[in-house]
């Protein structure tokens, strides 16, 4: 990090000084040419950077090593030995891959990303990645396509078996099967983060190296010898999520974290910059984001090479080459390169004229180079006051053979021909049989081995074998009953389940046991929610503390930043909010530390624009609230078209590990919360928890008896049918959720006093969990033919008596209608398809045709259809109501 202080600027204290040195500098610029000028001036600025004098970083640097030969520190293992256990990984990785397609063509599987990244990961395991034996230790996100590396790797350690090793990609039988890629759900024991949608793993490890740090300044787990390492590919940094946080890491000097981008200039289709430079455009943008850069470009055959380049022409030639032709040099053999790359020049021509074409195509890349890796990690692990990016070079496929190697098909190979593994085999030098070849068998050297028992020790020395996932969170005990007692007593005066839920989380924090282990994250909404007395009682998370005073420092609740802060603001940004949110919910497993995250955010923001975050969420088995608040397309009225949000849940529904309720009052609301504390942290299930909010003000009912099994299932009765003097007309049953239930509550009393209709009127806190409940039910019925069969609990509440069913609420009717199959034939449901536009609530409630009058029509018309009541009373209805029968169809525009 360069200093603030700009003394620079002052005025000038030795003028002649300045003065010698400018000349200087002309001198060797006139005398010796610009390269050399240029040389000397990266040199002094390099070395300005390392005596830490303070300038602002230079974007971009040479394309060499950051890295000089002179400044590697001694390797301390023993490298021929590391040499040869890598090349067991690398053949056990590439022969599971091999066998699964062999055995199943098609199953797919990923040769070249590990092939590519083997030393940069052995380097880590061998000397850096702190195990979890003891305490947390690392938390490593490694690149999903590498995979079977890390199955190699536990293979030789003993962990996996052959069997499961020739299950990857086999995982129908639990406990067998390796994952295609990390995904912790399918893997709880071994795998942590789920990485492979490409950008989620970047975003989620710099939200994790700083959820590290809060847990720290909070005073609730000393993280502080915790490092986040995170594997990435170079062409994954196009992902917006990729880059969008790095500023946030820089800012918060995150030096606990170190990214790994493994350079081998190809992503899937082909060159991931053919025309430009990747390594020198990312350098450009860690640097400025406040990152430490190293550069590992090349092997430590260049040193000689650059230490004799003293007119900087080689420097000059690797940094005009661009990626397309690396690559191509890459597969060309030494002809080619000493024709393209040194023969131009004939000084590069005499540089090299004492290596033959072999020695010209084994100068590695240096990604490929122990020695240079070593240096790297251990210079980022040392550096203090920011992150660190290590942009290593390396070739994608490396050792696979000339079939495969740097070709723009590689990353696409699940396959070699014998003759290829056989080069292969050499290239590794393994004692494997020709004649066994083409099975591509597994090697394993037996534990006794001596690469066994060096990898084990060291793997020892550092703290247990990775990946593993463990959890050792212990279960909470529940909130304290006075946390959300209040709500079950109703109140008259009118207030929204937003505000409602505001209450609730601040008593919730203040539970003396529990209150502490609550994460409010929120992006940059507080107010709008009614959240911000936060800010003074728990305080805004700030690692440097608050370095100003406050504009509203003499208000009661003013703006306050802190150390120790709870609340996790983190400004108009959804995508690094679920980022924390996925840091703070899977706490209990990284850290043993169970923390209950409540991320609130316009629900609008949440399952549309990141719900891929919220798949990956539970494929980690986070757990955790999100809270979908100013929900409904209608009760949202006046922000519009992108705001108004009537599908989220829809979307949410997809999720297998989620629970999604669309409570309508506060009592419902208490119960289910308190309900997902006891299941995620008491009872240690695993879920996400989706609960929506709206701004709508309505007074609150006292909780009826015996409703808390109904709200936490989904559904129940929530008034009974009034009387009807003379008896009723009809009955109908009039199913609504979130604010909505109040029109279906209007709806009521216009059935009875203007058609003498009976409606009852129930709550549909969970759509989504009836839906699940009757799919369970249904199939265990048609796997079980010849036992009793189950009902469905929608179907037990809405059972064939009663009279028809209305549905409705503020979202599109595809929601109610996930239950169709299960409802009593007939059943209409009501809702808000198409696109949200501002307005007031009752004229969008009219245009969406979901206010009471609408419901009183549908209920007045599935009557009719069961010929309780004649059709002219609809008509009546309609017309009474001034319902325009030819308005628009809201779907239409
Ligand atoms: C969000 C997302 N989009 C697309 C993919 C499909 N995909 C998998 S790997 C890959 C190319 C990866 O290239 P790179 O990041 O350079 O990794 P390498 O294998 O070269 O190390 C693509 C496009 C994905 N996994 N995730
Ligand atoms: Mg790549």
């Given at each position: 990090m360069y200093s603030d202080d700009f003394k620079q600027q002052l005025p000038d204290i030795d003028p002649s000084e300045t003065q010698d040195w400018i000349d200087s500098f002309d001198q060797l610029l006139d005398q010796e040419g610009a390269e050399r000028a240029r040389f000397v001036a990266y040199k002094l600025l390099k070395r300005a950077r390392q005596r830490d004098v303070?300038?602002?970083?230079?974007t971009q640097t040479r394309y060499i090593n950051t890295i000089s030969p002179e400044q590697e520190p001694a390797f301390p293992g023993d490298e021929a030995i590391e040499r040869r256990i890598r090349r067991l990984v690398r053949w056990n990785a590439a022969a599971m891959v091999l066998r699964a397609n062999n055995a199943f063509p098609g199953i797919g599987g990923h040769l070249s990303t590990y092939a590519s990244s083997a030393s940069l990961y052995e380097v880590g395991f061998n000397h850096f990645f702190r195990g979890k034996d003891e305490d947390a230790g690392d938390q490593v996100f490694y690149q999903g396509h590498a995979a079977p590396g890390m199955y190699a790797r536990a293979f030789l350690e003993g962990r996996l078996g052959e069997d499961q090793l020739d299950h990857f990609r086999r995982e129908v039988v639990p406990g067998r099967g390796l994952s295609s890629y990390p995904h912790p759900r399918l893997m709880p024991g071994f795998w942590e983060f789920p990485t492979v949608s490409m950008g989620l793993g970047p975003i989620s490890a710099i939200y994790q190296a700083r959820f590290n740090r809060y847990l720290w300044h909070r005073g609730l787990r000393d993280t502080s010898a915790s490092r986040v390492w995170a594997f990435l590919g170079d062409g994954e940094m196009d992902e917006p999520e990729s880059l969008s946080a790095l500023g946030m890491a820089g800012r918060e000097r995150l030096d606990n974290l170190t990214f790994i981008v493994n350079c081998n200039l190809q992503r899937l289709d082909g060159p991931v910059r053919g025309n430009g430079k990747v390594i020198q455009e990312l350098e450009g943008i860690f640097r400025g984001a406040g990152w430490n850069v190293i550069k590992v470009i090349w092997g430590r055959e260049w040193d000689e090479l650059l230490a004799r380049d003293t007119d900087g022409a080689l420097v000059t030639k690797m940094n005009e080459t661009v990626d397309g032709e690396f690559q191509k040099y890459s597969v060309a053999g030494g002809a080619y390169i000493r024709e393209h790359f040194f023969g131009p020049d004939p000084r590069l021509a005499a540089l090299v004229e004492h290596l033959s074409d072999d020695d010209l195509t084994r100068l590695r890349r240096g990604g490929h180079d122990y020695r240079k890796l070593y240096a790297a990690y251990r210079a980022a692990t040392e550096f203090r006051g920011g992150p660190t990016v290590i942009l290593a070079k390396t070739i994608k496929g490396w050792t696979l053979g000339p079939g495969v190697e740097g070709r723009n098909v590689t990353h696409q190979a699940k396959k070699l021909s014998e003759a290829e593994m056989i080069v292969f085999r050499d290239r590794l030098e393994l004692p494997i049989p020709d004649a066994k070849i083409k099975d591509a068998p597994y090697f394993h050297p037996g534990p006794d081995s001596e690469e066994v028992q060096y990898l084990l020790e060291r793997r020892r020395a550092l703290g247990g074998c990775l990946p593993k996932r463990i959890v050792r969170a212990h279960a909470l005990p529940p909130p304290a009953p006075e946390a959300d007692l209040e709500f079950a007593a109703g109140s008259t005066a009118a207030v929204s389940t937003t505000m409602v839920f505001a209450k609730l989380l601040r008593n919730l924090m203040r539970d003396p046991g529990f209150g502490r282990r609550v994460v409010p994250i929120i992006p940059d909404e507080a107010r709008t929610f009614g959240m911000d007395p936060l800010f003074r009682e728990v305080g805004i998370y700030a690692s440097q503390g608050q370095r100003y005073e406050p504009v509203?420092?003499?208000?009661?609740?003013s703006y306050r930043e802190a150390k120790d802060g709870q609340v996790l603001e983190e400004g108009i940004n959804e995508a690094g909010s679920m980022a924390s949110f996925q840091a703070a919910g899977t706490s209990y497993a990284t850290h043993g530390e169970p923390m209950i995250p409540f991320y609130i955010f316009y629900s609008m923001f949440g399952f549309q624009r990141t719900g891929d975050q919220a798949w990956a969420f539970a494929d980690a088995r986070g757990r955790g609230f999100m809270m979908g608040a100013t929900a409904g397309r209608t009760t949202l009225n006046g922000e519009g078209l992108q705001h108004e949000d009537g599908h989220s849940h829809l979307l949410a529904s997809t999720v297998p590990a989620i629970r999604a309720y669309d409570p309508a009052f506060a009592y419902e609301l208490a119960v289910i919360v308190r309900d997902g504390i006891e299941r995620m942290y008491g009872r240690g299930e695993d879920h996400l928890y989706y609960v929506t909010l709206y701004n709508e003000n309505h007074p609150m009912p006292p909780k009826p008896d015996g409703s808390d099994e109904g709200i936490i299932r989904g559904l129940y009765r929530f008034l009974a049918a009034p009387e009807i003097d003379g008896g009723a007309k009809g009955r109908v049953r009039l199913v609504g959720s979130g604010a909505i239930l109040q029109q279906a509550l209007a709806a009521r009393e216009l059935l009875a006093e203007r058609f003498g209709v009976a409606a009852e009127v129930y709550s549909a806190t969970s759509w989504q969990l009836l839906r699940r409940d009757a799919l369970e039910a249904e199939r265990w019925n048609r796997l079980h033919p010849t036992d009793e069969p189950r009902v469905p609990f929608v179907s037990q509440v809405l059972g064939g008596e009663g009279g028809p069913v209305v549905l409705v609420s503020d979202w599109v009717k595809a929601l109610p209608d996930l239950l169709g199959r299960w409802l009593p034939a007939g059943y209409v449901s009501l809702g808000t398809e198409g696109f949200g536009r501002s307005d007031t609530r009752e004229a969008l409630r009219g245009l969406f045709e979901i206010d009471a009058p609408n419901v009183v029509v549908a209920a007045l018309a599935a009557l009719q259809r069961e010929g309780a009541v004649p059709a002219s009373l609809v008509a009546e209805a309609i017309a009474g109501f001034g319902i325009d029968p030819d308005k628009l169809d809201p779907l239409d525009l």
């Open positions: 303070g300038l602002p970083p230079l509203d420092s003499d208000l009661i609740l």
